[in-house]
């Protein structure tokens, strides 16, 4: 059974960087057939999916997809030595403000979730 | 970008109804990719229906999904009071993956 461990700091001031990292077991960040996401949560934005990586072997590299309403200020990066991945959100508001949750994908759809962090941007 | 729309915004039933939730999205889903959560406050959202149809493992049957194209209906049949939470439909058809505002069922 996967399960995912988010760490990471819970409140972030305005103009810096929120950084957030995911431990995964029972299953391996470098999977040929699933995705590994970030998504936050929030009142006024709903659920909102931030972006993922994966790799596929048959193109021996790694891939990256992030939405286009945090593309200029979001890196996802996955530790193959730590089996780990992360989230990078650089000049963050009081509108970053959310919980934030790694999530996998397989089949395209989301299996299975972090237990979520809290972050709140205020100085 | 995919929107996706929910309706009704809210349910209120009574326990042993059916619950019938809507999903309509601005342009066609491959019916292999379009998924509902439950989320309830304090846990994170919760897999209940993938590729339109398929239940998610540990899943009970009284949930059901069908739809294709741009119109989705999630049923849950039987309500029960464990059963009150927010779901969420979501697209991976086209970048960025959406979900839609959700729709609350109450317990009466």
């Known amino acids: 059974q996967v399960q995912l461990q988010q760490s990471g700091p819970g409140l972030v001031k305005p103009s810096q960087t929120l950084s957030l990292t995911c431990a995964i077991s029972?299953?391996?960040?470098?999977?040929?057939?699933?995705?590994w996401n970030w998504i936050r949560q929030s009142p006024s934005r709903g659920l909102e999916w931030l972006g993922r990586?994966?790799?596929?072997?048959?193109?021996?590299?790694?891939?990256?997809d992030y939405a286009p309403s945090v593309k200029s200020r979001v890196t996802i990066n996955p530790d193959t030595s730590k089996n780990q991945f992360s989230l990078q959100l650089n000049s963050v508001t009081p509108e970053d403000t959310a919980v934030y949750y790694c999530?996998?994908?397989?089949?395209?759809?989301?299996?299975?979730w972090g237990q979520g962090t809290l972050v709140t941007v205020s100085s | 970008e995919v929107v996706l729309t929910q309706s009704p915004g809210t349910l209120s039933l009574s326990p042993g109804e059916r619950a019938t939730l809507s999903c309509r999205a601005s342009q066609s889903v491959s019916v292999t990719q379009l998924s509902w959560y439950q989320y309830k406050p304090g846990q994170p959202p919760r897999l209940l229906i993938y590729g339109a149809s398929s239940r998610a493992t540990g899943i009970p049957d009284r949930f059901s999904g069908s739809g294709s194209g741009t119109d989705f209906t999630l049923t849950i049949s039987g309500l029960q009071p464990e059963d009150s939470a927010v779901y969420y439909c979501q697209q991976y058809s086209s970048s960025p993956l959406t979900f839609g505002p959700g729709t609350k069922v109450e317990i009466k």
């Open positions: 999530v996998r994908d397989y089949l395209w759809a989301f299996d299975s």
């Open positions: 029972g299953d391996s960040v470098s999977s040929n057939s699933v995705a």
């Open positions: 990586t994966y790799y596929r072997s048959k193109k021996s590299r790694w891939s990256y």
